[in-house]
């Protein structure tokens, strides 16, 4: 029983996956394949997740379960958080998309949606290497199917195929990745002799030891689509679903950076001088490959991909410290991501349903068509930028603030130098919204996205103003997990 209470978000989360499908298998023959039926699951979902989300405020369970490969701190509940938030924001924006485009088959998305959850609220709290494979392979599964779910059913505008195009590419990317992390993890465990993190420490390192790592660093990049293993990103994001890339874009970025931070800070951070090299140069390479790369770019699906890696670059600085400074910044910068980018995907959604395709034409005239998403869209985009004072302003500093105590100057400089080169790309989309003229017809978003987006534009403005809290909250979380190292 002790186990089940420390337990108790990751099986509400397994138990909405089941009641969800139950639902669907359960439904009134009248039902079948309508576009209400898909639309009440997705409200569902919704309120359900915000209701654990909310839950969350009111029972923080702690301790171990399952003799000790599990658990619950101040840490997992941090994370747990910022998963069902990103849920529920999620699941209201691609509620109706997903109820339009693919009726007949809304039962089995957000059975996915919520299984894929399931994956990531488990993971934070995961002490052993197994449980972590898992709950990332549980994530992550989902997810390619997810990808390539409106295969047959493109949007206007869209050509069938690439939506199968975005998740086969997704599919095998991920499954290389897997198999690369798990040959490092099977290293690290032979010269440690166990499968639980808190013991990879006391490991001898060995250049076999050395070797696994470098593997599961390469592997978990693959999974955050940091460079140079970042080449599926921007084709993934133009493919698939933009309201289902708006999640993709943040939630599972945020459970790969924890399952990073708890092997290489909570597991290996003894061994910082073999993995901080290598983690400093891919952030480098991301933050630099990411922003020059996103110049160019007409689509804004993959611009706002190739921001992503750039945006991860940067989140990489502060990880590289090995302190628990930086471990906080992390989380921080993770919340303000969450919020930042799914509003400007689901931004970019409504934009694009009233006419334009996805590329600069969809934002021309936005401010006169509806200033209230353009005003939507300037806070985002402001944050991305790191512009004072959104909340993205306080995340990027707070990392680099970081890898400054740490010594990491010259990451530092060159961090600042290439952000500047991302005012350019954001501020080609704020002139194509308020300086071009445009004929399009108003964008009308639906009540479930523009609930999302409202809560997302609070989120980044009300944090950005008054950052103190989520600070004060992500350092008391990272603290307490190196203190249980």
């Not at 139950?22 to 209701?51: C, Q, Y």
């Not at 101040?74 to 009726?103: E, I, K, M, N, Y």
């Not at 005012?423 to 003229?437: G, S």
Request: net charge positive.
């Amino acid at each position: 029983m002790s186990d089940l209470g420390v337990l108790v978000y990751p099986l509400c989360t397994a138990a909405l996956a089941v009641v969800v499908l139950l639902l669907d298998v359960l439904r009134a023959p009248s039902a079948a394949g309508s576009a209400t039926h898909g639309r009440r699951l997705g409200w569902f979902v919704a309120a359900a997740l915000a209701g654990l989300f909310a839950a969350t405020f009111f029972y923080a369970p702690s301790g171990v379960a399952a003799h000790g490969v599990y658990e619950a701190g101040a840490w997992s509940l941090a994370l747990q958080r910022l998963f069902f938030a990103a849920g529920a924001l999620g699941a209201l924006g691609a509620l109706d998309d997903v109820a339009d485009r693919t009726p007949h088959r809304a039962g089995e998305y957000w059975m996915l949606f919520v299984s894929s959850l399931t994956g990531m609220v488990l993971l934070p709290g995961a002490r052993d290497l197994v449980l972590l494979v898992v709950a990332f392979e549980l994530m992550g599964v989902p997810l390619y199917v997810m990808a390539a779910f409106a295969k047959t059913d493109a949007a206007a505008g869209e050509p069938r195929g690439q939506a199968s195009e975005a998740g086969l590419k997704f599919y095998l990317v991920g499954a290389t990745s897997t198999a690369i992390t798990l040959f490092g993890l099977a290293l690290l465990t032979g010269m440690a002799g166990t499968t639980r993190l808190d013991a990879l420490a006391a490991a001898p390192m060995t250049p076999l030891s050395a070797a696994g790592m470098l593997m599961v660093l390469g592997g978990m990049g693959y999974k955050l689509g940091v460079a140079p293993f970042h080449m599926w990103v921007p084709d993934t994001y133009q493919g698939a679903a933009t309201p289902f890339v708006a999640f993709l874009s943040v939630a599972p970025k945020a459970a790969g950076v924890a399952a990073l931070t708890q092997l290489f800070l909570f597991g290996l951070g003894p061994a910082r001088a073999q993995w901080s090299g290598p983690l400093a140069m891919l952030a480098l390479l991301s933050m630099v490959v990411g922003n020059v790369l996103a110049l160019p770019q007409t689509d804004l699906r993959r611009l706002l991909g190739y921001s992503g890696i750039a945006q991860m670059g940067y989140l990489l600085v502060g990880l590289g410290t090995g302190e628990a400074f930086g471990a906080g910044t992390v989380l921080f910068f993770l919340t303000a991501y969450v919020f930042t980018n799914l509003g400007a995907f689901l931004v970019l959604h409504v934009a694009a349903k009233a006419g334009g395709g996805h590329g600069f034409d969809a934002l021309a005239g936005l401010s006169k068509r509806s200033p209230a998403l353009a005003g939507a869209l300037l806070a985002f985009l402001l944050s991305l930028a790191g512009i004072p004072f959104a909340v993205g302003f306080w995340a990027k500093l707070y990392v680099f603030l970081a890898a400054w105590r740490a010594g990491n100057v010259a990451l530092v400089a060159a961090g600042i130098t290439v952000a500047v080169l991302g005012l350019f790309y954001y501020l080609r989309m704020l002139h194509a919204a308020y300086m071009v003229d445009g004929d399009l017809p108003r964008p009308k978003p639906g009540l479930a996205a523009g609930l999302a987006i409202a809560v997302c534009v609070v989120a980044v403005l009300g944090l950005g103003i008054w950052p103190e809290p989520l600070t004060a909250s992500a350092l008391r979380a990272a603290g307490s997990l190196l203190a249980q190292r």
